[in-house]
């Protein structure tokens, strides 16, 4: 009756265990609201899983199998490898029960689920030793709590951005989850799985651990700033030479019209008549001038910015649709890089050529507002309320028929001014008697 007491107790720790794991992964992926039948899976494969590593099997005349204990207080597993089975299959449970279609994701979301697994385990177990519990209070005490800090951290902005970030398979997620990972196994491994000297040597953990956490800072700074630059020279070859190409067609109408400005001296040397004359001159110069949008292209202080509006105004033209420019205000000045300037641009000339019936004039306006630069953009459509107007910018909100790969665009730009401590700029306005729907972003 003992033994079975005994690993009856053990089942509920494993099971306690397990369950703290697999809500780790539940909350991290998140992936549908609705349960599917082979969800609930998931925990007995985990529980086996966890159980085979720690029974020995003594083969006599009646083959019996033993509980292993020690290592018991913090994890299931008692050894580095025991531990790295568990994780890796971990990763390939996920793999099915939350599939999606990158590989990275998967990976990204099982080391997040270890790593917070693992730090609220060795969390609570070391509160536990701290307050003085032993024995069946400190084995299940400890799991009660971390399951229940799981549960309540399961209802804060915490997982919400975590499953975000390995949503987009982000390199912090990955940098900071696996170090933090490795980081504490390798503790666990050297400290032989044991809560007392895990206590003992709490204080250089602790030192250790913000160490791993400066370093990944200085890594995720130097990715960024290396990410940024590469976006910035990828726009630059896409960009920069439509603004030469625009360049070379001003230079090739200024030479034109420093020709015809030769030719309407002469006309009007040799003109019989003043009436005669005039007719020359308008012949001459019916066809000179640099266009509204291409003088305001040729101020523009960002080769790039002006670029991809150069491409935009052709897309717009080639869509039966029309955009003037107002370009006030320097994109170079401003805390935003000028990536992140084409990007919000581009979804925003995107959404209203496609929002704007045939025909109509979009209008693109950039102006400095004390220490900040707004630019909106301005296209006809039905009046929208404030309620309305928020409701665009939610994640994976669109108008379109066709909803897969749509609904970014403005939650991309609602997160670039959260990154840059911008503004979200909407209102209705009254364009020429029309209703004019206006998007756009004031940024420091």
Known sequence: MGVSMDFLMDLIQLGLDVGILALCCEVVFRQRAEQKAKDFFIFPILLVLCVAPRLDFSIDANMTASFRREGFEILPADNLVGLLFL???????????????????????????????????????????????????????????????????AFTPLFGFIHQLVQRSDFTILIVSTDIAVFLMAVLSILSFDVDRLLANLWGIMILILAVLLLDSILLFLHQRRTQEQKRIHMIEQYVPIVEELISQVRARQHEFNNRMMAIEAAVASADTLEEARKEVTALTGSIGIGLNDREL??????????MLFGKIKQAEAANRHIELSLHGLFKKTVTPETEW???????????????PKGSTIFLSSKKQGDFLELTVSNPAPPLSNTEFMALFGKGVTTKANRDGHG????????????????????????LNENYVVFGVRMP
């Open 342 to 356: 084409i990007e919000a641009i581009g979804i925003l000339l995107d959404n209203a050529i496609e929002a704007s």
């Open 298 to 307: 040729l101020s523009c202080d960002s080769k790039m910015v002006a670029g």
């Open 87 to 153: 994780i890796f299959a971990v990763l390939l449970l996920n793999s099915i029960f939350f599939g999606s279609n990158s590989s990275g994701t998967v990976f990204c979301g099982t080391m997040a689920a270890s790593s917070i697994f693992l730090f609220v385990k060795c969390l609570c177990a070391v509160l536990f030793a701290v307050c003085g519990a032993a024995d069946s209070f400190l084995l299940l005490g400890s799991r009660i709590a971390a399951l229940c800090l799981i549960v309540v951290l």
């Open 408 to 431: 970014f665009g403005l939650y991309n730009i609602l997160r670039m001014t959260e990154r840059y401590h911008g503004k979200i700029l909407t209102r209705n306005e009254s364009i």
